[in-house]
């Protein structure tokens, strides 16, 4: 047995243009994989980790950020898998600007959350959550992703490709559930 995790690998294969996702989260590797054909940028899988309503953002929190995603190359520090402490896992800023993250659901896969905002701050160094951590002022409410929220993983790529993730949702006919 090897005694590691796959965080660095995921981050290294995203970075490549194969898109990777963990935890076993098929639905989760769906909206990274329809984020990077809108987007043609990797997209990073995260957890949803606090919410603040007076400011209306959200916080994300993953091991497993593409290193094309971090906005200062110097910054990049190889640090251990939060949960377990073991491997490698990738810390650093996120690039600030315009998202869009994705999470499909649904007992037959027929909704997909849809939602936009800017990232705010980033590399906030919080020592209760995953390596890289970003907070995203949500375009929609956050009270809304709570109540409608279809999962735990969402996907989030830089630009503003809202629009064009609800035409494939019409394309696919799954529902979109929009936070907008």
């Not at 243009?17 to 990797?42: F, H, K, Q, W």
């Not at 939060?82 to 996120?94: L, N």
């Not at 315009?98 to 499909?104: F, Q, S």
Request: glycine residues 10%; proline residues 4%.
């Amino acid at each position: 047995m090897v005694d590691n995790t796959m965080c660095l690998a995921l981050s290294k294969l995203n970075d490549e243009g194969i898109v990777a996702g963990c935890e076993g989260d098929i639905n989760a590797a769906l909206s990274m994989l329809l984020l990077n054909y809108l987007t043609g940028r990797p997209a990073w899988m995260a957890n949803p980790v606090s919410i603040n309503y007076e400011r209306n953002t959200l916080t994300l929190a993953h091991c497993t950020v593409p290193m094309k995603l971090i906005s200062d190359s110097g910054k990049i520090a190889l640090r251990s898998h939060f949960e377990s402490g073991r491997g490698v896992a990738v810390q650093g800023p996120m690039a600030k600007g315009e998202v869009t993250m994705a999470r499909p659901g649904g007992p037959k896969l027929d909704r997909m959350m849809v939602l936009s905002g800017e990232v705010v701050d980033a590399d906030m160094g919080y020592g209760h959550m995953c390596r890289t951590q970003a907070e995203v002022k949500l375009r929609g409410s956050v009270a809304d992703f709570v109540d409608k929220s279809v999962g735990n993983h969402l996907a989030l790529a830089p630009g503003d490709v809202l629009e064009k993730l609800i035409e494939v949702c019409a394309l696919l006919q799954i529902e979109p559930v929009t936070i907008c």
